[in-house]
């Protein structure tokens, strides 16, 4: 066998990628699509933000008995449009949620329940929304959102998860959040102004602004559990004030003399045919291809569901950071983070560490772009959680090991190398395994949980170490400063009395 500088197995990874970058990169431009995307594509990911965010974690922005929305922050550093807001937004059946001016992109999956969702961007238009829906609005849209009255009997409340990333432009204002309630905006002018600009009566105008405001999620007055299945058409809520901030009064005029609001159409993961489909589990990836409003939208989204003791084979994101929101279940993450610089003494082995940690239903997770990563379930749970990519591009996952593995395409000799085994070892290691990206591994997550526990108690011996070593040196100091002290007063030293003889 010809004689090999032998590399390490990382360089070889480092290479696939490279190659599929560019082949990503020739194929996407051969794509009739907006110019402004192409320059869009996030560069990477780091790790200022947490990898993991727990359900306890979320933060409350508003709360009544009709509903309630939480935010959490993540993916500070992903290149691109990073940081990213998700919004969990939870109506109780029967609800109404005001409307809202969007100052970000939106792009949303409903969890739970079912309803209505309205909006006007260029037109009025609305759509039924269900468990599995996904959909995006544009910056600048205004939209409201009803739970349906049956939910009451069901029981079931209606929940979205949004993700909302930042706009590119130089005047954005950080101060400004994902969006601003319509009441909030209207009566932030004066009422000379807004008179106006309605052109009211002063007293219509005085009317309004000493009344007073109401909470973000109301009870829906338009429409009552005896009366949800015999006219839908109450649940359009009239849309002229939603008319004056989009810019579209005749739309308004229109939807007064009968003319029907336009009917969108939403994609459903539980519905569409799955990527990939095998006992162990199922994936689906939902891109600009698959539904048209995503064309412009730098987010994604994918649905992976393990069933018990699976795993979603080993692989890495080529084009896109991942955030994701476990939705029933629990299971273990894997990531890696090593790289050659990292095996450098003058690094810091402690930032660079692989990492594992488990989720639980209602966490969110992410995972940088080009960062190896493996999600596992327990050998008596399921796992499901969707996925929020942060690119609307077709990001093939790049997968370590099965049929679809990358190293195949590496020559048998380098690999051989590279592992410091023989090309017929290599022919049995990628040959063995006969299934791809969701595969079987029968207590692969407990193995990991008794890891993270070893790995936090150890973490935590570290920590009570240092602390002692901490306070050790701090004593240290502290008696030095007294003896310091204690000379200090004896300065300068008392003359010696003579000797009498």
């Known amino acids: 066998m010809t004689k090999l500088t032998v590399l390490p197995l990382f360089a070889l990874l480092c290479f696939v990628l490279l190659c599929t970058k560019s082949w990503a990169k020739s194929e996407e431009f051969d794509e009739s699509e907006e110019e402004n995307d192409v320059a869009a594509v996030p560069s990477c990911c780091g790790f200022s933000s947490p990898l993991l965010i727990k359900k306890d974690q979320w933060k409350p922005i508003f709360a009544t008995k009709f509903g309630q929305i939480s935010t959490v922050q993540i993916g500070e550093g992903c290149g691109g449009m990073g940081p990213y807001k998700i919004h969990s937004i939870t109506l109780e059946p029967n609800s109404l949620l005001l409307p809202l001016l969007l100052h970000s992109d939106m792009v949303f999956f409903v969890d739970s329940g079912s309803g209505i969702l309205n909006w006007v961007e260029a037109e009025a238009a609305s759509s039924e929304i269900r468990r599995g829906d996904v959909y995006r609005l544009r910056p600048g849209t205004v939209f409201y959102l009803q739970s349906k009255p049956i939910d009451i009997f069901l029981g079931t409340k209606l929940r979205i998860y949004a993700?909302?990333?930042?706009?590119?432009?130089?005047?954005?204002?950080?101060?400004?959040?994902?969006?601003?309630?319509?009441?909030?905006?209207?009566?932030?002018?004066?009422?000379?102004?807004?008179?106006?600009?309605?052109?009211?009566?002063?007293?219509?105008?005085?009317?309004?602004?000493?009344?007073?405001?109401?909470?973000?999620?109301?009870?829906?007055?338009?429409?009552?559990?005896?009366?949800?299945?015999?006219?839908?058409?109450?649940?359009?809520?009239?849309?002229?004030?939603?008319?004056?901030?989009?810019?579209?009064?005749?739309?308004?005029?229109?939807?007064?003399?009968?003319?029907?609001?336009?009917?969108?159409?939403?994609?459903?993961?539980?519905?569409?045919?799955?990527?990939?489909?095998?006992?162990?589990?199922?994936?689906?990836?939902?891109?600009?291809?698959?539904?048209?409003?995503?064309?412009?939208?730098?987010?994604?989204?994918?649905?992976?569901?393990?069933?018990?003791?699976?795993?979603?084979?080993?692989?890495?994101?080529?084009?896109?950071?991942?955030?994701?929101?476990?939705?029933?279940?629990?299971?273990?993450?894997?990531?890696?983070?090593?790289?050659?610089?990292?095996?450098?003494?003058?690094?810091?082995?402690?930032?660079?560490?692989?990492?594992?940690?488990?989720?639980?239903?209602?966490?969110?997770?992410?995972?940088?772009?080009?960062?190896?990563?493996?999600?596992?379930?327990?050998?008596?749970?399921?796992?499901?959680?969707?996925?929020?990519?942060?690119?609307?591009?077709?990001?093939?996952?790049?997968?370590?090991?099965?049929?679809?593995?990358?190293?195949?395409?590496?020559?048998?000799?380098?690999?051989a190398a590279s592992l410091n085994v023989s090309s017929v070892m290599v022919d049995g290691l990628l040959g063995a395994q006969k299934d791809a990206v969701v595969l079987g591994c029968p207590y692969c997550a407990e193995g990991e949980l008794e890891k993270l526990k070893v790995e936090t108690e150890m973490k935590k011996r570290d920590d009570e170490r240092k602390r002692e070593e901490e306070e050790a040196k701090k004593e240290e100091e502290e008696r030095r400063k007294r003896e310091e002290e204690e000379e200090k007063k004896q300065w300068p030293p008392q003359p010696q009395q003579p000797t009498q003889r």
């Not at 009344?211 to 006219?231: F, K």
């Not at 901030?245 to 003399?257: I, L, M, R, T, Y």
């Not at 084979?313 to 629990?330: F, M, R, T, Y």
Request: hydrophobic share 40%; net charge neutral.
């Open 163 to 415: 993700i909302f990333s930042n706009t590119e432009e130089c005047l954005h204002d950080p101060c400004f959040g994902a969006y601003s309630s319509i009441t909030d905006l209207l009566f932030g002018f004066d009422e000379t102004i807004l008179r106006s600009a309605f052109g009211v009566p002063e007293e219509i105008i005085g009317l309004m602004t000493n009344r007073t405001q109401p909470p973000l999620i109301v009870h829906d007055m338009l429409s009552t559990p005896g009366e949800a299945n015999t006219n839908t058409n109450m649940w359009q809520l009239q849309p002229r004030l939603l008319k004056f901030f989009a810019g579209d009064v005749s739309a308004a005029e229109n939807k007064k003399k009968g003319k029907k609001t336009k009917n969108a159409k939403t994609l459903n993961v539980f519905e569409s045919e799955p990527d990939f489909q095998s006992p162990n589990g199922r994936t689906i990836t939902i891109n600009r291809k698959d539904l048209k409003v995503l064309s412009g939208s730098m987010v994604g989204v994918s649905m992976v569901n393990l069933t018990q003791a699976s795993m979603m084979g080993p692989h890495w994101n080529p084009w896109a950071c991942e955030i994701s929101v476990v939705l029933k279940g629990s299971g273990m993450v894997r990531v890696l983070r090593s790289s050659i610089s990292s095996r450098s003494s003058t690094s810091s082995s402690s930032e660079c560490k692989n990492m594992r940690f488990k989720v639980e239903e209602g966490d969110i997770f992410a995972v940088p772009r080009l960062h190896p990563m493996a999600q596992m379930s327990f050998i008596d749970e399921s796992l499901l959680f969707i996925g929020f990519t942060t690119s609307a591009r077709n990001n093939e996952p790049q997968f370590l090991a099965g049929q679809r593995s990358a190293l195949r395409f590496l020559d048998r000799e380098v690999l």
